[in-house]
């Protein structure tokens, strides 16, 4: 199993640019993650999934959109891209309906808004 | 004011130390996790835990629900002990959301 994988590792985008964070786990986990982690700070949830078809925004949703149209894959969409969206971007995935099951990570997108 | 705090947020120990690490959260929680942040930025999940005491190898992870209360305990540190170290909460009233604090940077020095 490659658990979770995130592409790209790193990106630069100007201001106003979109772009789509990929994420893809192959554990066959209902919950799906988005977390946003800038220095000195805990990570933050942008938005997460319970199941394919269901969504739900978190802590910091504005200026991001989710979709989960497969179980396997949650991809993050930016849309005209702001400096305050530079930070690294980690995708997270766990088992279990309604347990406490460990949590899984993705390698992290590091991305800059310039 | 965060939902879970950690002490201390920087922590440099000499090889072979005994390092205690902090945190206290303020919510009702399902399960606490403890996750090590590597250098390079991968983070892996080292314990969940909702009673008492875990221990894999040199860590060992404890926690008091009664004073909402969790260490992350380390004996013979070593240097690729460094790392930072998160604690995260999955709160009771949050369903399916985690909180988490701002972690510990531990410097293990030979």
């Known amino acids: 199993n490659a658990g979770v994988t995130q592409t790209p590792k790193f990106r630069i985008l100007k201001i106003g640019q979109s772009m789509t964070l990929q994420c893809t786990q192959d554990?066959?986990?209902?919950?799906m993650y988005w977390y946003r982690q800038d220095p000195g700070m805990g990570l933050k949830l942008i938005y997460y999934s319970v199941g394919a078809g269901i969504t739900d925004k978190g802590e910091v949703p504005n200026g991001y959109n989710v979709s989960r149209s497969t179980t396997e894959d949650f991809p993050l969409r930016l849309e005209l891209a702001a400096p305050s969206q530079t930070s690294v971007y980690f995708c997270?995935?766990?088992?279990?309906?309604?347990?406490?099951?460990?949590?899984?990570f993705g390698p992290g997108t590091r991305l800059t808004v310039t | 004011k965060n939902e879970v705090e950690q002490s201390p947020q920087n922590l440099t120990a000499q090889e072979g130390e005994f390092i205690t690490i902090n945190c206290s959260y303020s919510?009702?929680?399902?399960?606490l996790h403890w996750l090590q942040q590597h250098p390079g930025g991968g983070i892996v999940s080292l314990f969940m835990l909702s009673s008492g005491k875990k221990k894999h190898g040199r860590l060992i992870a404890t926690i008091n629900i009664q004073e909402k209360h969790s260490s992350l305990h380390i004996t013979a540190s070593h240097p690729r002990d460094s790392a930072v170290y998160i604690c995260a909460v999955r709160g009771l009233r949050t369903g399916n959301q985690f909180y988490f604090g701002t972690g510990t940077s531990l410097t293990v020095i030979p």
């Open positions: 919510v009702g929680i399902s399960a």
């Open positions: 997270a995935s766990r088992g279990g309906l309604g347990r406490s099951y460990e949590q899984y």
């Open positions: 554990m066959n986990h209902n919950y």
